[in-house]
Nanobody
């Protein structure tokens, strides 16, 4: 049974940090890409970061490079997203998803979690 479950969201002040975790299991190894997306109210869902389960290669959207770090633990079937130097513009629901590889298009991902809210506000 496929399971994708996010955790770790919350409220943080600008400049603060959060660590999100995605527990993903039950799907074929062909689903090699684990991606994090986010969606703010009134905006489209956008890709934030992605990691290849097989070789650990990572991809980031430009606005989060140097601030966010994606990592994987294949033994635990988890993918974490460390969010540092958070800005109000990072406020969104963050989703974890798995697909055949890493893509920017959400339509390329087959399985999604329920999302976790990240709010950056003073």
């Amino acid at each position: 049974q496929v399971q994708v479950v996010e955790s770790g969201g919350g409220l943080v002040q600008p400049g603060g940090s959060l660590r999100l975790s995605c527990a993903a299991s039950g799907f074929s190894l062909d689903y090699n890409g684990i991606g994090w997306f986010r969606q703010a109210p009134g905006k489209e869902r956008e890709a934030v970061a992605c990691i290849s389960r097989s070789d650990g290669r990572t991809y980031y959207r430009e606005s989060v490079k140097g601030r966010f770090t994606i990592s994987r633990d294949n033994a635990k079937h988890t993918v974490d997203l460390q969010l540092n130097s958070l800005e109000p513009e990072d406020t969104a629901v963050y989703y974890c998803a798995t697909g055949y590889g890493c893509h920017n298009d959400p339509a390329e991902y087959a399985y999604w979690g329920q999302g976790t809210q990240v709010t950056v506000s003073s």
